[in-house]
């Protein structure tokens, strides 16, 4: 595989290899039946923030991923479902309308922005600034430069941004541009949330807090929690709801490489 | 590198079509053949032009959603690579490369590059699977599998359903995907008790969407990215047989 995408036989050429991001850890709330502060919609595996904590890596999202869905949710869905009225509902709901209404108008102010730079401009922009100041080591300076910078995108991404085609066949640049204003409103509840855990901890590697040795310096009298932001609306403050996590039979250590 | 890719644009379903040259002047032998569409994208959409419609996602040789017909061959000249994990390194300088769409009667155009091939998924809705009841998950160790039997089973699961082989046949056949589900649910005990049942209606479904006979050319096993063998074929037709013997049950 690797000598597919360098074209360097590794037997011959030392392999490069540098360490890179693949997993932002979290993910939506849930409850201990993995539905969402949604009733009804169940969310199962990496996409839900259970279970792993601030390292999640592939194996293990996998992993949770069976878990999930071969033990949890049989017994819970169907328990859902058993106990739940579900009355008929059609497309001349009152949800629907205003659901299908919301995502018209996002679509036709995409569209008519009518800018100069790409979704994937902005993409790579965004990208660039995550990857130097919310990555893997960051650090408060960073995460605030962030903060400032990130709203001033998504800013200029709604004023400039350019979207061909229509709305009425497959456009897959009006899908991508789409995603891409979810990351800029995403990225900025990352930085935050990284801001506000004053401590080294799993995947996320706070400058600041390091032990002698550079490794990973917890704190857990103040952040053994799972922190949950709750959305209130567009342009408003998130709300950080904290979930202590307790430890019956293993304890938290130092994680040691060496 | 210098290239000029000349590309299938079709604006829908029932719309003419025509191939486009595109000419590229910058273009590095570590790209991916994907990441050049995305090169050529970026500028026509730059230009206030349609982008090039085709269809990806993770692009790291695994999910089956890339395929497209590169200097006519599914995946392009790469053996056992998927159009995504293919680079520009294996091109010349200064070539002109001709990329189309996967063409196959149960595979309508939708845009461009990208086709329909949700024929395949109503396949797998037909019998792809084994249905097993909510409830506590069994004891795994109450179903021992061999271990010549998992990975031969798992040879098969190796298929990412990704249609090369039905754009490689000149018969549009996909017995070489229908073979290898059928093949990977049929050697282990989980499939065993649908297994009749499964494989007359999968290749009943099969014939419904409008794919080919199959006249053993093997140009299926040659583009196929994942390395799926005719063996697998061979299997889809024992196991029909016995599916009709027994009456489909
Ligand atoms: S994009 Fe997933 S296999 Fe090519």
């Known amino acids: 595989m690797y000598e597919r995408i360098t074209g360097e036989d590794p037997y011959r050429v030392p392999m490069r290899i540098y360490p890179a991001i693949h997993y932002t850890m979290g993910g939506l709330w849930v409850d201990y039946d993995l539905m969402s502060t949604i009733p009804g919609l169940f969310v199962l595996g990496e996409a839900n923030f259970s279970d792993h904590g601030a390292n999640r890596l592939g194996a293990s999202a996998l992993m949770q991923g069976l878990a999930d869905g071969y033990f949890i949710a049989p017994t819970t869905l169907a328990g859902y479902l058993a106990g739940t009225p579900l009355p008929k509902v059609d497309v001349e709901a009152g949800e629907f309308n205003e659901a299908e209404q919301a995502v018209t108008a996002r679509i036709e102010r995409l569209l008519a922005v009518n800018g100069r730079r790409t979704a994937r401009s902005f993409h790579r922009e965004l990208g660039r600034l995550l990857w130097d100041k919310v990555g893997m080591a960051r650090n408060e300076a960073g995460l605030r430069e962030a903060l400032g910078r990130v709203p001033a995108l998504r800013e200029e991404f709604w004023q400039n941004v350019s979207v061909p085609g229509r709305a009425t066949d497959i456009n897959q640049a009006l899908e991508y541009a789409g995603r891409v204003a979810d990351y800029l409103e995403f990225a900025e509840l990352l930085a935050r949330d990284a801001l506000e855990?004053?401590?080294?901890?799993?995947?996320?590697?706070?400058?600041?807090?390091?032990?002698?040795?550079?490794?990973?310096?917890?704190?857990?009298?103040?952040?053994?929690?799972?922190?949950?932001?709750?959305?209130?609306?567009?342009g408003r403050e998130p709300i950080r709801h904290v979930e202590p996590l307790t430890f019956e039979y293993v304890q938290p250590s130092q994680r040691s490489y060496k | 590198m210098k290239l000029t890719l000349l590309v299938w644009r079709q604006a829908g379903p029932g719309a003419p079509g025509k191939m486009v040259p595109y000419a590229v002047d910058d273009v590095s032998p570590d790209m991916s053949f994907l990441e050049v569409l995305d090169v050529i994208n970026e500028r026509l959409i730059a230009r206030g032009?349609?982008?090039?419609?085709?269809?990806?996602?993770?692009?790291?040789?695994?999910?089956?959603?890339?395929?497209?017909?590169v200097n006519g061959v599914a995946h392009g000249p790469e053996h056992a690579t998927t159009v995504c994990q293919l680079h520009m390194r294996h091109f010349r300088d200064g070539e002109t490369i001709t990329v189309e769409p996967w063409r196959a009667r149960a595979f309508p155009p939708h845009k461009d590059l990208m086709v329909d091939r949700s024929a395949l998924d109503r396949i797998i809705a037909a019998g792809g699977y084994v249905s097993v009841n909510v409830g506590g998950?069994?004891?795994?160790?109450?179903?021992?599998?061999?271990?010549?039997?998992?990975?031969?089973?798992?040879?098969?699961?190796?298929?990412?359903?990704?249609?090369?082989?039905?754009?490689?046949?000149?018969?549009?056949?996909?017995?070489?995907?229908?073979?290898?589900?059928?093949?990977?649910?049929?050697?282990?005990?989980?499939?065993?008790?649908?297994?009749?049942?499964?494989?007359?209606?999968?290749?009943?479904?099969?014939?419904?969407?409008?794919f080919g006979n199959c006249s053993n050319e093997g140009e299926c096993e040659a583009v196929c990215p994942k390395e799926i063998r005719m063996l697998n074929i061979a299997k889809l037709r024992s196991e029909y047989a016995r599916a009709l013997w027994r009456g489909g049950k």
């Open chain 2, 137 to 210: 998950a069994p004891e795994a160790n109450s179903l021992p599998v061999a271990r010549e039997v998992a990975e031969a089973a798992m040879d098969s699961a190796a298929c990412i359903g990704c249609g090369a082989c039905v754009a490689a046949c000149k018969n549009a056949s996909a017995v070489l995907f229908v073979g290898a589900k059928i093949r990977h649910l049929a050697l282990l005990p989980q499939g065993e008790p649908e297994r009749a049942r499964r494989a007359a209606a999968m290749v009943a479904q099969m014939d419904a969407e409008g």
């Open chain 2, 49 to 69: 032009e349609e982008p090039i419609v085709f269809d990806s996602d993770c692009r790291e040789g695994i999910c089956g959603m890339c395929g497209l017909v």
């Open chain 1, 197 to 234: 855990r004053r401590e080294s901890c799993g995947g996320h590697f706070r400058e600041e807090y390091q032990t002698p040795e550079n490794e990973a310096r917890r704190d857990d009298e103040r952040f053994a929690h799972v922190a949950a932001w709750e959305y209130t609306g567009d």
